[in-house]
């Protein structure tokens, strides 16, 4: 595959950019692959392209019911920041944004990773406690983040109303390098790589069983025939539990609707990324100039990619107490994702009861910005067929045993 650069950029404008090749393949898929990868979001293409490229695994298949980035992935608000509680989060989550700030020139495609800052106000006593103890806490992990005064809080965001009328703003958990980055740049970006590396992306494709043998795994059924495999790494977010009970085991997930708005787009008015957990809305200024606003999840499980209306009064009513001035401004558009909810908000990444199947799933509302560190993480136990370092934590055992890694505060989204 040819390199994006300013040379060429520069040579398609003087023929009518009639050179561009595609980015991926789009191919069908063969009888058998070295590894199976079902679902084509961040984390399964993350998963295929570190395998390729840490551990020269290339005989791979990346299956995807629909099309790659449909899902979660292309559907989220984009936050990404490390600033979580427990030393297995911070490690995976910190080695992610790491992997984040040079992933355009990694893959050689503009992911727009823009560190413009995460803040998390504090707007209760609890949570001024709160966020100190992370502060503190993430100092020890090497993750920089910062307790801002609510001077520092209006010096960095001037639209903000510091005296809402329910809840003050009376400080702030500040990432300085924290962040966003295109959504569907960074799945596009690594479908391209896999690619290269001669990996086959199969589209349009529903793995509608798993085939065992013994114990192990041989192979998927897909809606384009039978496909063996020597490994199978099941990574479908809100549809885990489909597929694990095609597996034969069961998941401690939920699945419900998580939604997001934008609004029209205005002028600059807001260069980082604003979190109210306490009244509940987040939002940060997209690069064509839409104020991009995350929501709530739905209280019962469902699978519709829409989200309830009365989530969408919630988060509205909580931002315009915090940005009076955003009131007058129309919504664009409205959707929703399914996220896979674990009980102490923490991923499950590993091992399953089924030899040689591998799972990564439960990033529930938080796990854009894990993508990176996810598939790097999931690539390397797969590859040895032990739990990497980062992964070890995350097994799927930790319920049984009782090992929860809680996150439920530092995961940010009421559920
Ligand atoms: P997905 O991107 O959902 O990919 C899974 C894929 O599996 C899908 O494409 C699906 O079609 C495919 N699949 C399912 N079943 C099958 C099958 N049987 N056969 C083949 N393919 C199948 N995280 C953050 O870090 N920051 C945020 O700001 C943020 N905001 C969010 C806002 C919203 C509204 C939502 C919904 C999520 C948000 N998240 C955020 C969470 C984040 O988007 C997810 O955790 C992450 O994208 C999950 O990626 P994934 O690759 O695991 O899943
Ligand atoms: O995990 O930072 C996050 C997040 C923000 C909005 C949804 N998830």
Redesign the pocket.
């Known amino acids: 595959m040819r390199r994006y650069s300013a040379f060429a950029i520069a040579r398609e404008a003087f023929r009518y950019h009639s050179g561009w090749a595609r980015a991926w393949r789009s191919p069908e898929p063969k009888k058998s692959y070295d590894v199976v990868i079902?679902?084509?979001?961040?984390?399964?293409?993350a998963t295929a392209y570190y395998l390729g490229k840490n551990h020269g695994i290339t005989n791979v298949a990346i299956?995807?019911?629909?099309?790659?980035?449909?899902?979660?992935?292309?559907?989220?608000?984009?936050?990404?920041r490390s600033n979580y509680l427990q030393d297995e989060s911070a490690a995976i989550y910190e080695k992610a944004r790491g992997l984040y700030e040079t992933l355009s020139q990694d893959l050689n495609y503009n992911v727009m990773f823009s560190p413009r800052g995460v803040m998390m106000l504090a707007q209760t006593e609890h949570e001024v406690r709160g966020y100190k103890r992370t502060e503190h806490a993430n100092r020890l992990q090497g993750v920089t983040t910062e307790y801002i005064t609510p001077a520092r809080v209006k010096q960095l965001v001037p639209i903000i109303e510091l005296k809402g009328p329910r809840y003050p703003v009376l400080g702030a958990l500040w990432q300085p390098r924290g962040g966003t980055a295109r959504?569907d740049a960074v799945?596009w970006g690594y479908a391209r790589a896999c690619s290269d590396m001669g990996m086959d992306i199969i589209q349009q494709?529903?793995?509608?069983g798993i085939s065992q043998k013994g114990g192990q795994v041989t192979g998927v059924q897909?809606t384009k025939g039978d496909v063996a495999c020597k490994k199978l790494g099941i990574?479908?977010?809100?549809?885990s539990g489909?597929?694990a009970e095609m597996a034969g085991f069961r998941l401690p997930i939920e699945s419900v609707?998580?939604?997001?708005m934008v609004t029209e787009p205005i002028k600059p008015c807001m260069d980082v990324v604003v979190m109210a957990n306490t009244v509940h809305g987040?939002m940060s200024q997209s690069d064509k100039g839409e104020m991009v606003i995350?929501?709530g999840a739905d209280g019962f499980n469902n699978y519709t990619q829409r989200g309830s209306f009365h989530h969408i009064e919630e988060t509205v009513r909580a931002l315009i107490e915090t940005f009076p001035i955003i009131s007058r401004l129309k919504m664009l558009r409205q959707?929703?994702?399914?996220?896979?909810m674990t009980g102490d908000r923490s991923p499950i990444l590993g091992k399953t009861p089924l030899e040689n199947c591998f799972i990564?799933?439960g990033?529930?509302?938080?796990?854009?910005?894990?993508?990176p560190g996810s598939g790097w993480a999931m690539a390397a136990t797969m590859a040895s067929g032990e739990p990497d370092g980062l992964a070890a934590g995350f097994a799927l055992d930790r319920f049984r045993e009782g090992r929860f890694i809680d996150e439920s505060v530092a995961a940010g989204?009421a559920h």
């Open positions: 079902v679902g084509a979001g961040g984390h399964g293409l299956i995807e019911k629909g099309w790659l980035g449909g899902g979660n992935t292309g559907r989220n608000t984009t936050i990404i959504h799945a494709c529903e793995v509608t897909t990574v479908v977010a809100g549809h489909v597929l609707s998580l939604q997001a987040y995350g929501g959707w929703g994702g399914i996220v896979d990564n799933c990033w529930g509302t938080g796990g854009f910005k894990s993508i989204v």
